[in-house]
């Protein structure tokens, strides 16, 4: 009798065996896939506005609010529409520094101000590891495709609105530079 248990455990010690080697490499090839996809959030229910000396720009954008959103950014995205980008929302104004690194879609980084002033923007070439980072410390980030800033006429000194920033008190909606 005890015999047959062993042989019976053995048995299904060996099935349980062969399942976990047959399923092994799949599972690790699943993560391996998933490391290299593109983040996509939801686009947040409010639109980001700027507002620019020719008026009010308006932006669909996806909120990164958190460490691990704010690290894969835009990575991997090929494309993104022409009115969408994506919010990086940090705890604090502090000096923060990107680099592009498997973002192959060339990119305008807008480097913002606890109270909604633009304080610089600058280019983010695709593959890039060098970093991209302002002068001044910064409490918002917004990434759009490369080109959208000079287009739309957006310039540091624009003030940016969007409720994520009204909770800091970004609020005042005159362009600094002239508006």
Known sequence: MIVKRWSLMAGVLACLALVIAVSA???????????????????DADPLEIATTAGPRFFAIEVADNGANRSAGLMYRQTMPDDRGMLFIFEETRPVSFWMKNTPMPLDLVFIAEQGRIEAILPGEPYSIAPISPEK?????LELK??????????VGDMVRHPRLNETGATQMT???GG
Do not use: D, K
């Open 175 to 177: 362009p600094a530079n």
């Open 25 to 43: 490499p799949s599972l690790s090839q699943g993560t391996e896939t998933a490391a290299g996809q593109p983040m996509l959030l939801p686009v």
């Open 137 to 141: 410390p910064v409490r918002y980030v």
């Open 146 to 155: 490369a080109g959208t800033t000079g287009r739309e006429g957006i310039s």
